[in-house]
């Protein structure tokens, strides 16, 4: 078992990542926070401003670094007496991989890519994870916490790792978009905007839990909400003509893997 996860930033997704975890039940001694400026941590879990007061505690045995990818080159050095070899690093900045990981913390027990999305504070998150120099022990462990946010997948490949944050660690954004262009449409047709951003909502939220719980994929479901001759064809017509939507969502998809590269190349 992980003792204790030192956050270090825990801003919007380390924030909604420890919130996953407490609402899943989870002790609240075993999460601290390193982050200067955070207004205040949840009950129960150490804050500290300093990285000499986290070293000094000494009591994590794995840390996530929670600050943005840009930062990695200029925060490194000032962290690794946190990062000694009893000390797991696991990593949620976007685009940089297992060896630069592997280089800003040189002797560190293992490092691990992790792409949760926000869903976590809700528990519903994928959580990808990526690893180099666990054993069998150490992986479970880490298993076991990321699964409590939802549904925790180990890659092997992280060559696709670009790619799988493109589709699970941006795609609410992606879903939110639709949401909202979804009730905006309604609106430029007629409806009332409060009532046309709930039935977007609501409607989004049931066809999700419709398609988690059946045994046809999405694509025949669509096809069950088209009626023979009836309104729901047209509409999808609207959408595969030429694969507009699928070559809008591919070029979606595309632009978001290439900057992860990017921001590698830039740490
Ligand atoms: N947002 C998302 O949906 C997802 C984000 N990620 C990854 O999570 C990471 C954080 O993104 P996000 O939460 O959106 O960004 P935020 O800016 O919300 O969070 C970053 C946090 O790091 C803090 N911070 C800044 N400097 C330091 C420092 N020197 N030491 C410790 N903490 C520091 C920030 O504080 P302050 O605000 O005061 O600067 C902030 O609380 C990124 O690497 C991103 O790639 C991954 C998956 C999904
Ligand atoms: O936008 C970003 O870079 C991060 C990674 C995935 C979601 N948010």
């Known amino acids: 078992m992980i003792n204790q996860l030192l956050i270090i930033g825990c801003g919007n997704m380390g924030g909604a990542m420890l919130a996953g975890w407490l609402a899943a039940g989870i002790d609240s001694l075993r999460f601290a926070i390193l982050d200067p400026a955070l207004p205040e941590a949840p009950e129960g879990v150490v804050l500290y401003r300093e990285a000499t007061e986290a ?6 045995d794995a840390v996530m670094l929670g600050f943005k990818p840009q930062q990695l080159r200029d925060l490194a050095p000032g962290l690794q007496g946190l990062a000694g070899e009893d000390v797991t690093v696991c990593s949620l900045l976007a685009g940089i991989t ?8 040189p002797q560190a027990k293992g490092h ?4 949760p999305n926000l869903a976590a ?15 069998d022990a150490g992986r479970a462990d880490l298993f076991a916490l990321y699964d409590a946010l939802g549904t925790a997948i180990w890659l092997e490949e992280e060559s696709r790792f670009d790619l799988v944050t493109a589709l699970a660690g941006s795609g609410p954004g992606f879903v939110y978009r639709f949401i909202d262009a979804l009730a905006g449409a309604a609106v430029e047709l007629g409806l009332d905007r409060d009532v046309a951003e709930e039935l977007a909502l609501v409607t989004v939220d049931g066809a999700s ?5 059946a045994d046809i994929g999405p694509g025949e479901l669509a096809d069950r909400v088209a009626s023979p001759g009836g309104m729901t064809r047209e509409g999808l017509n609207v959408l595969d003509e030429d694969a ?24």
């Open 55 to 60: 070293a000094a505690a000494n009591a994590h």
């Open 244 to 267: 507009a939507l699928r070559r809008l969502l591919t070029a979606t998809l595309r632009a978001t893997a290439e900057k992860g590269a990017e921001l590698s190349k830039g740490a």
């Open 209 to 213: 839990a419709l398609a988690s719980a």
């Open 112 to 115: 691990v890519r992790v792409m």
């Open 98 to 105: 297992r060896a630069q990981l592997a280089s800003a913390f």
């Open 121 to 135: 504070r809700v528990n519903r998150s994928p959580v990808i994870l990526c690893e180099s120099g666990l054993e």
